[in-house]
DNA sequence: TATTGTTATACTCTATAACTATA
DNA sequence: TATAGTTATAGAGTATAACAATA
């Protein structure tokens, strides 16, 4: 197992470091994926700024406005939340009258939840904004490309 | 500005909701790259396990392997870290003996960072394991697919 | 005056155990 | 008994301010 080209050889007088070499780590699907995720959640806070909403608070509100009468139970599973950790959000989007518990129609212990008109309201400006920002971090992609990107994307995360 | 179809009637009898709807966020990247980049670091988790190694202390060691006497200041930010929070991780990594720290050539206040013998050697095996786990994760994809994947990641988030 | 490395600290995110009420 | 929602709490991860030594 032989290791390529023998190091810069520190011993010199070589200046330590002077451009960084990240040739190896680029190799890595995992460390593109993140990077570039970061890159979009970056965009993602500054835009989103406006509707106070961070991505999880996003995602929720989002999956909730296309499955009204969803179950916090459903919501974690599909979102990868843990229970104790969507309490705390749901309370504060119910605070701020985006969302509200109803009696779930069939089982005594959950609670379904729904968007009230205001969350309805403002999740078609929020959604609109998002996909806009997207579009612009992927600005140097082309249509095509992008698609390509989403659908490779998912090809590595989804079950089959 | 017409709402598609007819959201399912909740006042009937309709059993609440059957399965999750996600198709919106499925359409943004920024939930797609981090959906695929929790993933990853999920197999990567499990498969470096044996060499105590998460995601960002593999990171630094692979950066400090192939850039041997690069700054702290440097790796903070080459890896987006913040340096008070890169202190803790090279003192244990310090501890562990895998990294040490010798005095910059040129530069009183500067630190060098470099692998220690048995450093290297575990990095040899860490970066053989993390490029084949990787292959792993990505078995749906071809080979093709997965340098297309790959260099579209990088034109997300890259300066240029 | 500016920068490197560091300490202290706070805030957020994520994870585990255990309780209650319903099933 | 098992599950939905909740509480309390612990642990990572990430953030800012400030200081000593050196440039």
Redesign the interface.
């Given at each position: 197992?032989p290791?390529p080209p023998s190091?810069?050889s520190?011993s010199t007088s070589a200046?330590?470091?002077e451009t960084?070499?990240?040739?190896?780590?680029?190799?890595?699907?995992?460390?593109?994926?993140?990077?570039?995720?970061?890159?979009?959640?970056d965009v993602?806070l500054e835009r989103m700024a406006p509707y106070q909403l961070k991505?999880v608070d996003f995602?929720v509100l989002?999956?909730v406005a296309?499955?009204?009468?969803?179950?916090s139970r459903?919501l974690c599973?599909?979102l990868?939340i843990l229970p104790p950790n969507l309490v705390g959000m749901v309370n504060a989007l119910e605070k701020r009258e985006l969302i509200l518990r109803e009696p779930?129609?069939?089982d005594g212990r959950a609670m379904?939840l729904?968007l009230t008109g205001a969350g309805q309201k403002m999740m078609?400006d929020a959604?609109q904004t998002?996909?806009a920002l997207?579009a612009d971090?992927?600005s140097?992609?082309s249509p095509t490309?992008?698609r390509?990107?989403?659908s490779?994307?998912?090809?590595?995360?989804r079950p089959a």
């Open positions: 197992m290791r190091p810069p520190r200046p330590a470091v960084v070499d990240t040739s190896f780590l680029e190799t890595l699907l995992g460390y593109n994926a993140r990077r570039a995720a970061l890159a979009v959640i993602f991505p995602s989002s999956v296309h499955n009204p009468g969803i179950t459903q599973t599909t990868g779930h129609p069939r379904g729904h078609r959604e998002a996909a997207e971090v992927a140097r992609l490309e992008l390509t990107l989403i490779l994307l998912k090809k590595v995360y």
